[in-house]
């Protein structure tokens, strides 16, 4: 099984009503459920594993979630209120406005031991989850138990308005960045933890302190990607017609692990020794994913039945 572990929220996201006049429009989010969701829909058997609520809009996402074929069983229910997302998309982008005190993500708490990680390929991190301290702290404790037997993919997927001391923000991401086999960022990501560095002497650092794998992805300008064994691989960006860009970069996460999973190249020892053809072909199929995502409104990465995964 693949797992994803952090945020599950409801995006509300711009749409028009009748009149033309500006509206929003609820749809199930959260960088870590929409991994969980675009690893399913793909195929591959997946768990989420965070905190949701019983309230109205955690029964839409628990519901989301089953219907998409992500197994709740690791997740945690409780009455605290579910976090709430509004976006607007400026320049191309989305911009988030969170409402997220004492909320069931808020909540969520790791009891050790309580996943069998002998049977867990990989399990995925990252996003807002890892911007408050007990979120961050629950997190480390799951990685620590994971650490042994799983691979550990880490999207940072930085939200600028949550965070409140960006030094010791930059800290705690360089400490889940030493984790991590498996490391993928968007340029603005990027561009918030390390300035105008250039990609490759980041991403030569990272490799350096163990990492297997680093991705940059730059919208449409496509994706590049790092490996220890494979060297420097580019890839672009699919031309589509686009509705908006939420959840393109977990799309593409989501299908980037599904297809090393595909290709028995994501457990530890296998990713460490991909060959740059297979790697190519992942990073592709991810890029994919990520554009038909983006030809509709909200989080919404592909099923199996819409886009081939050929090998």
């Given at each position: 099984m693949l797992i994803s572990c952090g945020d599950a929220l409801i995006d509300?996201?711009?749409?028009?009503?009748?009149d033309g006049r500006e509206a929003v429009m609820p749809a199930v989010g959260g960088s870590c459920?929409?991994?969980?969701?675009?690893?399913?829909?793909?195929?591959?058997?997946?768990?989420f594993v965070g905190g949701i609520s019983t309230d109205l809009f955690g029964r839409m996402i628990a519901d989301h979630a089953t219907a998409s074929n992500v197994q709740l069983d690791?997740?945690?229910r409780s009455d605290h209120q579910t976090t709430l997302a509004f976006v607007r998309i400026v320049a191309g982008e989305s911009h988030y406005a969170f409402y997220d005190a004492e909320t069931a993500t808020r909540s969520w708490t790791y009891r050790r031991g309580s996943i069998p990680f002998a049977n867990i390929e990989a399990l995925h991190v990252g996003s807002t989850t890892l911007v408050n301290d007990q979120g961050a702290a629950e997190t480390k404790a799951l990685i620590a138990d994971a650490l042994m037997s799983s691979t550990i993919s880490?999207?940072?997927?930085c939200r600028p308005n949550l965070v409140q001391d960006?030094?010791?923000?930059?800290?705690?991401?360089?400490?889940?960045?030493a984790t991590a086999d498996l490391i993928k960022m968007s340029d603005v990501d990027f561009a918030y933890l390390f300035g105008e560095e250039p990609y490759r002497q980041r991403a030569s650092a990272l490799l350096g302190q163990g990492t297997s794998l680093v991705v940059v992805t730059r919208g449409n300008n496509g994706a590049i990607a790092w490996h220890s064994r494979a060297g420097q691989i580019e890839v672009q960006a699919p031309m589509v017609a686009v509705a908006d860009t939420i959840g393109a970069g977990d799309s593409f996460q989501a299908a980037l692990l599904f297809a090393l999973h595909k290709q028995r190249r994501l457990a530890r020892q296998q990713l460490k020794d991909i060959s740059a053809d297979e790697l190519r072909r992942a990073l592709s199929f991810a890029a994919n994913c990520a554009g038909l995502t983006c030809t509709r409104p909200g989080a919404d990465p592909p099923w199996s039945y819409e886009i081939n995964w050929s090998g």
């Open positions: 509300f996201v711009p749409t028009q009503n009748a459920l929409n991994v969980a969701i675009g690893m399913a829909r793909l195929g591959a058997p997946t768990g690791l997740a945690t880490f999207d940072p997927n960006k030094p010791a923000y930059l800290v705690r991401m360089a400490e889940f960045a």
